[in-house]
C-alpha cells in the first residue's frame, strides 16, 4: 500500500483480555514507531524500532505492554490483561532513518476501547 | 531527549501570516529541527524539517536562528483547514538509541478565525 496501515480501525474489548495492534508500515521504512493519544492529550511515546529492534522502549507503560517487529516490516503491539486506562488510540508511524527524507508518515491509529 | 518549548495557543485571522515560535535552547549540532501538525481526528502529518538554512516548501516556511536555539514555522496565507496543533520536534542524526527517534511534546493549537 501507500502508507502505513493499522488494524483494526476500532476495537472495543473487555477489562481483562489481551489485544494486538497491527502496524504495516511503508515498504522500506527502517523506523517504526508506536504512540498513543488518549482523549484531548498529546501524543505519548510508546516504543520505536530500528528494523527489527528496539533501541528505546522507555514509553512502554507496564510490563502489560509489548512489541514486536519482524523482518523489518510489520510491527505488533500486545497489551495484556486490558485496563480501563488503556483506552485511546494507538497511533504508528514509519520513516527512513538518516539523510534527508527522514519524513515520518503516520497511520490513521487504532481507537481502543475497554469495557 | 532534547526539550522543545512552544506556546500552548496562538490565533490568527484567515489569509493572514502566521508565525508559530519554538525555542530549543539545548539543541545539539546533529538535531534537525522537525515540524508536524495534527488535524481533528486525524493522525499526524509532516510539514517541514531543517537544521540550519531557513527552508521552504508547499505548505510553510521554516526560518530557524543563527545559533539554532529557536525556530518559527511560518504560514504564509492562514486558511480555516490549517487550524490544528503543532509540534517542533528534535531529531537527532547522530547513532545511539535516540537515532531517529521522534518524540512530541504538547504542541501549539492554532486557532484561525474567518
Known amino acids: 500500500g501507500a502508507g502505513v496501515s493499522q488494524s483494526p480501525s476500532n476495537k472495543v474489548t473487555e477489562k481483562g483480555k489481551d489485544v494486538e495492534l497491527r502496524c504495516d508500515p511503508i515498504s522500506g521504512h527502517t523506523a517504526l514507531y508506536w504512540y498513543r493519544q488518549s482523549l484531548g492529550q498529546g501524543l505519548e511515546f510508546l516504543i520505536y524500532f530500528q528494523g527489527n529492534s528496539a533501541p528505546d522502549k522507555s514509553g512502554l507503560p507496564s510490563d502489560r505492554f509489548s512489541a514486536e517487529r519482524t523482518g523489518g516490516s510489520v510491527s505488533t503491539l500486545t497489551i495484556q490483561r486490558t485496563q480501563q486506562e488503556d483506552s485511546a488510540v494507538y497511533l504508528c508511524?514509519?520513516?527512513?532513518?538518516?539523510?534527508?527524507?527522514?519524513?515520518?508518515?503516520f497511520g490513521q491509529g487504532t481507537r481502543l476501547t475497554v469495557v | 531527549d532534547a526539550k522543545t518549548t512552544q506556546p500552548n495557543s496562538m490565533e490568527s485571522n484567515e489569509e493572514e501570516p502566521v508565525h508559530l515560535p519554538c525555542n530549543h535552547s539545548?539543541?545539539?549540532?546533529?538535531?534537525?529541527i522537525h515540524w508536524y501538525r495534527q488535524l481533528p481526528s486525524q493522525g499526524p502529518e509532516y510539514v517541514i524539517h531543517?537544521?540550519?538554512s531557513n527552508v521552504n516548501n508547499r505548505m510553510a516556511s521554516l526560518a530557524i536562528a543563527e545559533d539554532r536555539k529557536s525556530s518559527t514555522l511560518i504560514l504564509h496565507r492562514a486558511t480555516l483547514r490549517d487550524a490544528a496543533v503543532y509540534y517542533c520536534i528534535l531529531r537527532t542524526n547522530a547513532g545511539g538509541t535516540s537515532y531517529g527517534k521522534l518524540t512530541f511534546g504538547q504542541g501549539t493549537i492554532l486557532t484561525v478565525h474567518p
Open positions: 531543517g537544521l540550519t
Open positions: 539545548t539543541i545539539s549540532g546533529t538535531d534537525y
Open positions: 508511524a514509519s520513516s527512513f532513518i538518516g539523510g534527508e527524507n527522514t519524513e515520518a508518515f
